[in-house]
């Protein structure tokens, strides 16, 4: 069987067994780990070759999307209470920053990206990984596993 990836305005614009003929696409065949791993891969102006940023790229995707995640004052508040003991009002007490204050008050929900958990998360003790992981699962990783955790669970 022969496969092809579909060129168009210089990027892969998608890949099939069948040659497409339309006007502005340019249909080159590949081999069949090109077309089972295309993402991998980028159009260099003459070739599809591996993308050297192709790594890079993922991780950048995989922090973009920790980001979004976000958990509801509750749900933060009452981790931190049964792993540190720490109440709102403690932790609130600690943030000395008038900007990061209103935002620890006012919000209705925390999200990943937001610096200020990187900041409480510091003052705290816990790492980003940790920090993930709460994001993704709700909770932190248990004690005896957390020098032996990633947060991709690998």
Do not use: H
Not at 89 to 116: M, S, T, W
């Amino acid at each position: 069987m022969k496969y092809y990836a579909y060129i168009q305005d210089e990027n892969i614009n998608g890949v099939g067994s069948v040659p497409q003929i339309t006007d502005g696409v340019k249909s080159v065949e590949i081999p069949q780990t090109v077309y089972n791993n295309i993402e991998q891969y980028t159009f260099d102006g003459k070739k599809i070759v591996l993308n050297p940023d192709y790594e890079a790229e993922q991780v950048q995707k995989k922090r973009e999307e920790l980001d979004k995640l976000s958990l509801t004052k509750r749900e933060v508040f009452l981790v931190l209470y049964k792993d540190k003991k720490i109440t709102p009002d403690q932790l609130k007490a600690q943030i000395e920053d008038a900007e990061a204050l209103i935002e620890f008050e006012y919000a209705n929900d925390y999200f990943r990206g937001n610096p200020l958990i990187n900041l409480i998360g510091e003052k705290l003790g816990y790492t980003t990984d940790e920090l993930d992981y709460l994001f993704e699962t709700g909770e932190l990783p248990a004690k005896d596993d957390v020098n032996n955790f990633k947060a991709d669970g690998k």
